[in-house]
């Protein structure tokens, strides 16, 4: 009978199946029985699983993990010289799906043991309890500024929904063959459109907020965040800065793109010239325009300094860790944020910021850290925002369906700035 | 590779949580039991409810096991993924004789032996990687390089999946678009099985051409890579290539199409498929398949009943008395003839005298049939329908018999000219 035959071969199968699982599962098991013993007397290799988020709008995921590899090898290469005994297993995932990926994987038990992510990722995943708050001693503490701090935390700041390793510099990106000089001022950004030079600029209010700063709306868009009343002068600074969007939209040589991806591909292929920029979109920029790539720190205006917000990456962790891979995970993340490592991770890769507020960036070496610097210290003009305000935050949605209005056309700019307000006012 | 191997052992490393070795020890646990159960205790049950058991009980305990891990708050979701697989595969083998009811069995072989099953294999161990790992990371690893293009292992995988589907796939599309071709041109059954073959073969070229383009494989070098290979054909597999050649040249040509008639050693044989080495004939007689190198039908002599047509013209002889008129039994033997079902009324049943011999009359009766298959199976419906007709009509079909006359005076010969026949009376002596 066929039916016969299937079933013996599906029986000679799951039995081979099963005799080479148990031999596995059972030297496993008498492993695990005495893994305590064992790592405190010749030490048992230790596998770390290590996820890795990339941008949602990132279509170079090759290109991400070449350059996610680099930053990654540092610090895993300096940990395993104290820490010989533990592997890192790294696997990469889109931001948007880890919500998916770890409530399905942690059920399993198939779970990372440590995720390195964005930190509005990591709110979200320490929010929905898929992660594990990292144990925060008064010494660590210590090593990070309070602004960092709240940023990482989720209601209080002793309670860290993960540990910050990283800034994402915002910066000004421009291809210096056809742009010799980046425009310092706002004024001067728009008077390089009007001469005919091409200028991208974000739809979304993160990636656009920059420029808020700069026409003196900055206090006002974080006053509105943190759900507090305006004054007539605050108001009618964030009306200055919707009229300077429409007045950019109305030049010609200006584009507003709805992500940052699509800047990128636009700077990249010869289509703009200037574009606002991530530090670490910088290898993928250098590999098509070479020694064309001219970074800056963004614009300046009339009002202020310019206020970008500088994204913060950081290091959460895992809940389906065993008790090895707990300890291994935690010392990881600790190590990452030393002081000798992260200085280390920022001279060498000229793309992050360090987080340590006691290491301080050489800035005189390269252009490009001292443009990071500079973002450093215009990003402080943000931090409320930045704090208040995350990628996942519906508000940003809404704010970025305001602005869209408002560069099209469609909506005026005194209309848009109380719209936008009562926006931000509101509770997520 | 050795990024692979590192990947895969890092794998491992999920074993060094209690979590995940609970689930995995009772899912083997589970195996295991329902071994021994059915072993011991399930012989003696009736046949259908061992087969439904040996699906299902692994299946059953360990869904139980699942459900144990529920209650008692632990993690569950690898146990309910590997429950699922070994479901999926239950239900392969439960379709098994549905399969059966729509296909012919060769279809079904074919869908399950070279679709289903692998599919599901595949899928089944996409899956799994994308529980301990992403299937990105995996198809980045890199494994080689290939005419100055890094290959990694999700390209090789994509090229040979492609390969495969395309190879196996295109039976069904290029079937049905040979069918349609052949309602709109009208062409024959045997120009529709070459349009189908050539279709296949075209859609397996340019799926493998576009494998290639796909990995980025550069097509100068491909090129390039195709003449040295051509030297190399010239020496090391000239037979199979020259097999390969003859095969589609015998299609162009239409000679040797799956459904024409050769005749093979004096037998008729129908043309089943022409492979890439071999045609594959088969012999109704003995219901044989020949297995003949394609290259052998351009160096040898071949006969063929389907050239032109499909008609064949088929023969049988029959002695008849030598009393009876030849016009009449040759008006039978045509008429009888247009009785026997499968002879062709056009053209006409012919019949013939064809000599006189010692005993009787040998007349022949030339038939046409549709099918030069049928040939034996006419001939011997015609014999018998040519019995009965001479039964019916008195017509004697003699057996061999000698008249001998004895050597007397002219006299007595006159009034003794009486046949005699061998045994009867006196005992004839040859002349």
């Known amino acids: 009978m066929p039916m016969n035959w299937r079933c013996c071969s599906i029986r000679k199968a799951e039995t081979v199946a099963a005799a080479l699982l148990l031999t596995l599962v059972s030297g496993c098991v008498a492993r695990q029985g005495t893994q305590h013993q064992e790592s405190q007397q010749r030490g048992v290799d230790t596998v770390l699983y290590l996820y890795a988020g990339v941008r949602d709008d990132s279509s170079d995921l090759e290109g991400f993990r070449r350059d996610f590899g680099q930053i990654f090898e540092t610090i895993a290469d300096e940990f395993r010289q104290i820490n010989p005994r533990v592997h890192v297993v790294v696997q990469v995932y889109r931001e948007t799906s880890l919500l998916r990926e770890l409530t399905h994987r942690n059920a399993s038990g198939l779970g990372p043991d440590l995720l390195l992510v964005s930190n509005s990722t990591a709110l979200k995943l320490a929010q929905a309890g898929l992660t594990r708050p990292p144990r925060l001693t008064s010494e660590l503490r210590q090593q990070f500024d309070a602004a960092t701090l709240r940023r990482a935390s989720l209601h209080n700041p002793t309670r860290l929904a993960s540990l910050p390793v990283a800034q994402k510099a915002q910066l000004a990106c421009f291809n210096t063959a056809r742009l010799p000089q980046a425009p310092a001022t706002l004024q001067q950004l728009l008077a390089i459109s009007a001469g005919g030079n091409t200028v991208g600029l974000a739809l979304n209010p993160t990636g656009l907020f920059w420029s808020v700063g700069a026409l003196g709306a900055a206090d006002a868009l974080q006053q509105a965040t943190a759900r507090r009343p305006l004054t007539p002068q605050q108001q009618q600074a964030v009306v200055r800065w919707t009229r300077w969007l429409q007045a950019a939209a109305t030049q010609q040589k200006v584009t507003f793109y709805p992500n940052q991806e699509l800047l990128l591909k636009a700077l990249s292929s010869g289509q703009l010239d200037w574009i606002s920029c991530r530090s670490t979109d910088l290898p993928r920029l250098r590999r098509r325009l070479g020694t064309k790539l001219g970074v800056a720190p963004l614009p300046d205006g009339p009002e202020g300094q310019a206020s970008p917000i500088n994204e913060l990456t950081a290091l959460a962790l895992g809940v389906n860790s065993s008790a090895a891979q707990r300890r291994a995970a935690d010392a990881f993340a600790h190590f990452a944020v030393n002081p000798l490592v992260q200085r280390n991770i920022t001279l060498t890769l000229k793309e992050v910021l360090p987080v340590n507020r006691y290491v301080t960036v050489p800035a005189e070496s390269s252009v490009v850290l001292q443009a990071m610097v500079r973002a450093q210290q215009q990003s402080r003009t943000a931090e409320t925002f930045a704090s208040l305000v995350h990628l996942n935050d519906p508000r940003v949605q809404r704010s970025q369906s305001l602005i869209t209005q408002l560069v099209f056309g469609e909506s005026q700019p005194e209309l848009t700035a109380q719209r936008l307000i009562q926006t931000l006012q509101r509770q997520p | ?431």
Not at chain 2, 141 to 154: C, K, N
Not at chain 2, 215 to 228: C, H, K, L
Not at chain 2, 235 to 245: D, H, L, M
């Open chain 2, 1 to 431: 590779m050795n990024a692979a191997l590192s990947e895969l052992l890092g794998w491992l490393g999920y074993l060094q949580r209690p979590s995940v070795v609970l689930q995995l020890a009772g899912v083997i646990g589970s195996i295991v039991i329902s071994q021994v159960l059915q072993r011991r205790w399930l012989t003696g049950a009736p046949m259908w409810l061992q087969g439904q058991l040996r699906l299902w009980l692994a299946s059953l305990l360990i869904g139980l096991w699942a459900v144990l891990l529920n209650a008692t708050g632990q993690l569950h979701g690898l146990v309910l993924f590997l429950l699922g697989w070994r479901c999926g595969w239950s239900v392969l083998v439960l379709i098994h004789p549905l399969l059966g009811r729509v296909l012919d069995p060769e279809q079904r072989y074919d869908l399950e032996t070279r679709l289903l099953r692998p599919v599901f294999l595949v899928a089944g161990a996409i899956d799994l990687i994308n529980q301990l790992d992403t299937v990105n990371d995996v198809a980045a690893i890199p494994v080689g390089e290939a005419f100055g293009v890094e290959i990694s292992l999700g390209k090789v995988f994509v090229a040979l999946a492609i390969s495969y589907l395309v190879i196996v796939g295109s039976g069904l599309p290029a079937g049905l678009l040979a069918r349609g071709l052949q309602r709109l041109l009208g062409i024959s059954d045997s120009s529709r099985k070459a349009m189908e073959l050539i279709l296949r073969y075209a859609v397996a070229f340019v799926g493998i051409l576009a494998v290639a383009m796909h990995i980025g494989i550069n097509p100068t070098a491909v090129i390039a890579i195709a003449g040295g290979l051509s030297v190399g054909l010239g020496f090391g597999v000239k037979e199979i290539f020259s097999n390969f050649i003859s095969g589609l040249w015998l299609l162009f040509e239409g000679s040797v199409r799956p459904g024409e008639v050769l005749m093979i050693d004096g037998d008729p044989c129908e043309v089943r498929r022409l492979g890439l080495r071999a045609t594959v004939l088969w012999r109704d007689r003995d219901n044989a398949e020949l297995l003949i190198p394609n290259q052998c039908f351009f160096t040898q002599d071949a006969t063929t009943y389907t050239g032109s047509d499909r008609l064949r013209r088929s023969q049988v002889t029959i002695a008849a008395g030598l009393q009876h008129d030849p016009a009449s039994v040759i008006a039978l033997l045509e008429q009888t003839a247009l009785t026997v079902p499968g002879v062709l009324p056009t053209p006409p049943p012919k019949a013939l005298l064809i000599s006189y011999g010692d005993w009787a009359v040998n007349y022949a009766l030339r038939f046409w049939i549709a099918n030069p298959m049928n040939n034996i199976s006419s001939c011997s419906a015609v014999n018998q329908a040519i019995w009965t007709a001479f039964k019916a009509h008195g017509i004697e079909i003699p057996y061999p018999q000698q008249v001998a006359y004895l050597a007397r005076s002219s006299a007595a010969a006159a009034t003794d000219r009486q046949p005699r026949r061998f045994g009867d009376g006196e005992t004839d002596q040859p002349n």
